[in-house]
């Protein structure tokens, strides 16, 4: 039997504590810049140790480029002064029924090998008092994308913010997505994929369930 130590050093800690995203107190201490030139300078020492030629025309600019990837875009999800501002509305038109944002790409990396997660999110929600612009919600999916993810993590993270906005349970949200972490290493399964679902209030009737499962698997426009 492998203890906690070993498992983590051999990297097979594939496990979390928490539903919100691991972060050191001092996370955001150093500005964004601070961090590019520290990345920059960490990633440049990778190449060079696995035998590339950073003088050459097409490498020079790598480091550079990866690290501002790394902050700006890639994983600019990690930083909470980059959440989205989740504007809500009145339900002045009383609007009672199901309201769902379809197909909104996912595109994460796998906090396990820092490899790419792509794919798609469908969000439902029953609203009370208060709606929510559809834009929100493809900016908060892409919010929680935009970071070292575990899929089961996203789909919670989306799940608890909107019930929260919204004041209500009554939200729903799959993500279906491929693993290059899967497909391009380790086993190599190129055809396989994923498919997370959370949900809370109505949604955990089968019947109201299985409305938003049909939806999302009808025709696109």
């Known amino acids: 039997m492998k203890d906690k130590e070993q498992i983590i050093l051999e990297g097979d800690a594939h496990f979390s504590t928490s539903i919100k ?10 500005s964004d810049d601070e961090k590019i030139k520290t990345i920059q300078h960490h990633f440049k020492m990778i190449m060079e140790e ?17 690290a501002k990837m790394y ?16 504007s809500t509305f009145d339900n002045k038109y009383n609007y ?3 309201l769902v944002e379809q197909n909104i790409t996912i595109d994460s990396a796998c906090e396990h090998h820092f ?7 469908n969000v439902a929600y029953i609203p009370k008092k208060k709606v929510i612009g559809l834009s929100k919600i493809n900016r908060l999916v892409d919010y929680y994308a ?25 939200v729903i949200v799959s993500v279906t997505a491929k693993h290059l972490c899967v497909s391009s290493r380790g086993i190599k399964d190129q055809s396989s994929f994923t498919t997370t679902l959370e949900y809370g209030g109505c949604f955990s009737e089968s019947e109201k369930r299985n409305e938003f499962l049909k939806i999302i698997t009808q025709e696109k426009i």
Not at 21 to 30: E, G, I, Q, S, Y
Not at 71 to 86: D, Q, S
């Open 96 to 98: 009672q029924k199901m």
């Open 115 to 121: 490899l790419p997660i792509v794919g798609f999110a």
């Open 146 to 170: 935009r970071r070292p993810q575990v899929q089961e993590r996203l789909v919670l993270q989306i799940l608890n913010d909107l019930q929260e906005v919204l004041e209500t349970k009554d």
């Open 50 to 66: 696995m035998g590339l030629d950073l003088t050459d025309d097409s490498l020079s600019g790598t480091p550079y480029r990866v």
């Open 71 to 86: 902050i700006k875009e890639l994983f600019y999800g990690l930083n909470p002064t980059n959440k989205p501002k989740l």
């Open 21 to 30: 995203t691991p972060l050191r107190a001092d996370a955001f201490d150093k």
